[in-house]
């Protein structure tokens, strides 16, 4: 089995957050699932000093490039990858998800998603394979499924969270109100998600849902 993994960048407030995306691959590595690690060839929307959390202006640095280092090189850009020759996608969550591959961070009006990440998640939902969406990530897929006659339902935890409500009253889809060690599994789409940071407060929160989720993206494959 070939699995996906959508990275974003590296690091929690300007890309893939480390924790969920090390999880991911770690269980996939367990159910000896092949990994295809990717990200798109595109500039991050920031640079953010993880130590202060403060911007660091005027510097540039490239989603891929950042993802390789979660990969230890071993990355492919979204527009290399042969969507037809995977199994499943999943997204890990992390500020680059709604940085790079949406802007939603920047404002909910305009708020538009990376093309190349909505074709892949479109035509994985197309063809009936898996998607799984951890953290902020499956704000990404309802972005990606907007617009279509497809209505998911997926979580980032708490309904009353603003990028849960900005989900169901913007992009029609259904939120499901779910806690840290739960999954929401859509049958009929095959999305799988699961809240992590969202709502955790320690990696070992967070790896509860993700070996859950994962498990979940192989048995709908």
């Not at 996906?4 to 890309?15: E, I, R, T």
């Not at 404002?107 to 074709?119: H, L």
């Not at 320690?202 to 979940?216: F, R, T, Y």
Request: net charge negative.
């Amino acid at each position: 089995m070939r699995i996906g993994v959508l990275l974003s960048g590296c690091g929690v407030y300007d890309g893939s957050e480390i924790h969920e995306a090390v999880l991911t691959l770690l269980h996939l590595a367990k159910q000896d699932c092949e990994v295809e690690i990717i990200a798109p060839n595109i500039l991050q929307a920031q640079v953010i000093n993880h130590l202060t959390e403060d911007e660091i202006e005027r510097e540039n640095r490239d989603v891929l490039v950042e993802a390789a280092r979660i990969a230890r090189g071993d990355i492919q850009a979204v527009d290399k990858v042969d969507t037809a020759q995977l199994d499943a996608l999943i997204l890990p969550g992390g500020a680059g998800a709604i940085k790079n591959l949406t802007n939603y961070a920047f404002g909910e009006e305009e708020c538009r998603i990376n093309p190349q990440t909505k074709e892949m998640i479109l035509t994985m939902v197309e063809s009936k394979k898996p998607v799984g969406a951890i953290c902020i990530s499956p704000l990404v897929v309802a972005k990606a499924l907007a617009d279509t006659d497809y209505t998911p339902r997926l979580t980032v935890g708490c309904s009353a969270d603003e990028a849960a409500q900005y989900i169901e009253k913007e992009l029609a889809a259904t939120h499901v109100e779910s806690t840290v060690d739960e999954i929401v599994v859509d049958e009929e789409l095959k999305l799988v998600s699961t809240p992590a940071y969202m709502l955790a407060e320690s990696i070992a929160e967070v790896d509860v849902g993700i070996a859950k989720l994962v498990e979940a993206v192989i048995e709908l494959s």
